[in-house]
């Protein structure tokens, strides 16, 4: 799956986008995060389940 996105990138953006208006609908108590509070945090390198794509390029030649 994750080739197809690598494949298609507006998939990939709409796709992104869709999920975090989802998700930024629910409420943690009194703070609703939004859609892009939930990009960043889906897309932060500092989190665990997060991939950042200057990661897996590996070393530089």
């Known amino acids: 799956m994750g080739q197809f996105f690598a494949d298609n990138p507006w998939v990939t953006v709409f796709a992104v986008i869709a999920l975090g208006a989802l998700l930024g609908l629910v409420r943690f108590g009194p703070v609703r995060l ?3 509070g939930v990009r960043v945090l889906l897309t932060n390198p500092a989190w665990p389940g997060a991939r ?10």
């Open 34 to 36: 939004g859609a892009a």
């Open 52 to 61: 950042s794509g200057a990661a897996q390029d590996g070393p530089a030649a």
